[in-house]
């Protein structure tokens, strides 16, 4: 009779260890772990419980062996209830759809009634004089909620298995599997007390197993990782609740590890999530290396997340002057508001990725973004959305800058410029989505779009019979990375009957400078073809010059900065003056871009060492039938009798 008890001792042991652990490591802001802790706690009290009520008769006063008893009871008819409530959370992470539930509790509430009147009544237990234990008449009940609460726990199980992960559920079932063989077995053989210890050793593998918070806790910060976090938010989101999300970027990160290491730099965000966690009352994640977000506990949106950014501003100042100005943290912080901003955890981060990308304040311990910066990241988002789909949704279409030809007086050619016009944010400029295009990649798509544009508007047209001798059609740093891209163009073309030299390609000087050699290879299979290649915006970036002459170019675009201030400036001429002379040298054929007044034209006409000249002072970017008609009105012109009809 001695010996049972001993199941009961490991008992305790066990999961007072568990419960150690849990506070030291195990812990997570979910109901998930809530519920774990509370299966934990009921599993401890009916542990001890059942062991005083084994030892103490005798020793201890009746009452007290009652207590006891009906703590049992209670404890022991609510771990069914727990662990039914554990699946559920499983369900929905944070089971905020609680008052869906309370049916399922009934049963708790009758056991806690019937567990309290058992201190009194002969109710779940009868104890002898001397406090011995027997089984009362009312015994089965817990028998039936215990089973009732297993089958709501397999349905759910069944009802949810896509939204539970594998382990979870397999934990799970064998947790059941082997709690129905304990309570057998303690029915058929009322001294072998093993309840308590088979249910302690079950919440052991779970929480060795699917309750470690690893992968939802940042290991270095013990503070919520991305996927934490993204757990954290499921609830609010769905429920399109309006709650406040701050967040702080460590705008110096990369600069810092080379300054300070690797190692100190995470010690010093250690100390600084410590701060955080201990300080503020919120939730705090770690998003990303450099990036923390928090909201404020239960998501109340009244002021709490406005109230620490202020005081995060006042702690980093004050802890970052002890440190000399290279070894400061710089942060860029700033609020933003679900689901105004962000309706979605993934357009929560992509909002910060832009907002890391925007630079704070020099030098400064702590940027606040405010307002109308959240409302540029907001835009950027609108337009990177509009952006993903624009091809598809027909909201692009293609404008042709007609190029003038020093050389015989005529308008030869144009530049194809792409353009989005959106329902809900009208014109977009290029200068504004462009970038964004290459930043998501569907500059790709954009540019297939502009070709295959290009092509059918040259062969459908007439243009070619007005003499245009090229369009040209601007690519993006990403489409050079791509092999097939002098194949695409070269396919469109000869899909479109068209001779190779009538599309031609601008690639910007940064572009150039910054693709690797390889690219070298595709541009001159266009070129070998007969599809000239243009440097743009020649004298905006660093290029480097011996590979600029190495490469087959064509034609060099002078950027519209180097002309603006001609002819007032002797600085802008002496650069313009030098960089067309040097052009002139290297045999290179020049356009000059962004002539806009007669005088930039009169300085650069007499020179002849511009061959081309594109610009507002002769004519804005238009549709295609106006260029259609620029061109058919010039060639009218040159075919009309007159001295200068031979050239038609
Ligand atoms: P870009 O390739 O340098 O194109 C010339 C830009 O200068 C055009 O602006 C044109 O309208 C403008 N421009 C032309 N003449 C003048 C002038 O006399 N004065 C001034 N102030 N501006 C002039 P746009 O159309 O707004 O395009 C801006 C940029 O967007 C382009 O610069 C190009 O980098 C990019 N872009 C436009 N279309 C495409 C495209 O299809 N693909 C790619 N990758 N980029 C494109
Ligand atoms: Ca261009
Ligand atoms: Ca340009």
């Not at 910060?352 to 409302?375: K, P």
Request: with cysteine; hydrophobic share 45%; charged share 20%.
């Amino acid at each position: 009779m001695e010996q049972i008890i001993w199941f009961d001792v490991c008992a305790v042991i066990l999961v007072a260890l568990l419960l150690v652990l849990y506070y030291k490591k195990f812990s997570a802001p979910f109901q998930k772990y809530t519920l774990f802790l509370v299966l934990l706690w009921l599993n401890l009290i009916s542990a001890i419980t059942s062991l005083a009520s084994f030892v103490l008769p005798g020793h201890a006063p009746v009452w007290v062996l009652r207590l006891l008893n009906a703590l049992y009871f209670f404890a022991h008819g609510a771990t069914p209830t727990a662990l039914f409530l554990y699946v559920c959370s499983l369900t929905d992470y944070n089971l905020t759809h609680f008052h869906q539930l309370s049916a399922w509790l009934v049963p708790t509430v009758i056991n806690t009634i019937l567990s309290v009147l058992s201190i009194f009544f002969d109710i779940y237990f009868q104890l002898d004089p001397d406090g011995t234990y027997h089984r009362g008449p009312l015994i089965f009940i817990i028998y039936i909620f215990t089973c009732f609460h297993f089958f709501a726990i397999i349905y759910t199980l069944i009802q949810n298995h896509s939204l539970i992960p594998r382990l979870e559920q397999l934990s799970i079932h064998l947790f059941l599997v082997f709690m129905v063989s304990a309570i057998f077995i303690q029915l058929l053989f009322p001294n072998l007390v093993i309840e308590s210890f088979i249910c302690a050793c079950c919440l052991m593998v779970s929480q060795l197993t699917v309750q470690n918070p690893e992968q939802i806790i940042d290991a270095p910060t013990r503070i919520l990782n991305k996927s934490g976090f993204s757990y954290l938010l499921v609830p609010p989101l769905s429920d399109r609740k309006d709650f406040q999300v701050g967040f702080m970027i460590l705008d110096n990160y990369y600069a810092l590890e080379k300054v300070l290491g690797f190692d100190i730099l995470e010690q010093r965000i250690q100390t600084f999530a410590d701060y955080l966690r201990t300080n503020t009352g919120c939730l705090f994640a770690r998003v990303e290396n450099r990036r923390f977000c928090f909201v404020s506990q239960g998501f109340q949106d009244n002021g709490t997340v406005d109230a620490v950014l202020s005081k995060l501003r006042e702690a980093c100042t004050a802890r970052q002057a002890k440190y000399p100005a290279p070894a400061r943290m710089q942060f860029k912080c700033g609020i933003l508001r679900c689901p105004r901003d962000a309706s979605s955890f993934t357009e929560l981060m992509s909002l910060l990725d832009i907002a890391a990308q925007t630079s704070g304040s020099e030098n400064a311990c702590f940027t606040r973004l405010d307002d109308g910066d959240v409302a540029k990241l907001r835009r950027y988002k609108q337009v990177d959305q509009l952006v993903q789909t624009a091809v598809e949704d027909g909201s692009l279409y293609v404008m042709y800058q007609p190029i003038y030809c020093t050389e015989n007086h005529r308008f030869c050619s144009a530049e194809a410029l792409l353009r989005m016009r959106s329902k809900a944010l009208g014109e977009i400029s290029p200068a504004e989505f462009i970038p964004i295009a290459e930043r998501n990649g569907a500059i790709l798509k954009m540019t297939q779009f502009v070709l295959e544009t290009v092509c059918r508007f040259l062969r459908t047209s007439g243009i070619q019979e007005y003499g245009i001798r090229r369009v040209d059609i601007n690519l993006s740093t990403l489409d050079c990375t791509q092999t097939d891209i002098s194949q695409r163009i070269l396919n469109c073309i000869r899909e479109n009957n068209l001779l190779p030299s009538l599309v031609s390609v601008e690639l910007t000087e940064t572009a150039f400078s910054s693709l690797p050699e390889s690219i070298n290879r595709t541009l001159t299979a266009l070129s070998r073809e007969g599809v000239r290649v243009l440097i743009d915006d020649y004298g905006t970036g660093y290029s480097n010059l011996s590979r600029l002459t190495r490469f087959p170019l064509d034609i060099v675009k002078i950027d519209k900065s180097l002309i603006t201030d001609i002819p007032g400036s002797a600085t802008a001429r002496i650069v313009l003056d030098n960089t067309l002379e040097m052009m002139k040298r290297l045999r290179k054929k020049v356009l000059v871009e962004g002539v806009e007044t007669q005088e930039q034209l009169d300085y650069l006409l007499p020179r002849n060492d511009c061959s081309y000249i594109q610009g507002y002072y002769f004519a804005k970017p238009m549709s295609e039938e106006e260029l259609v008609a620029l061109f058919r009105d010039q060639h009218s012109r040159s075919c009309s009798p007159s001295p200068d009809a031979a050239s038609c």
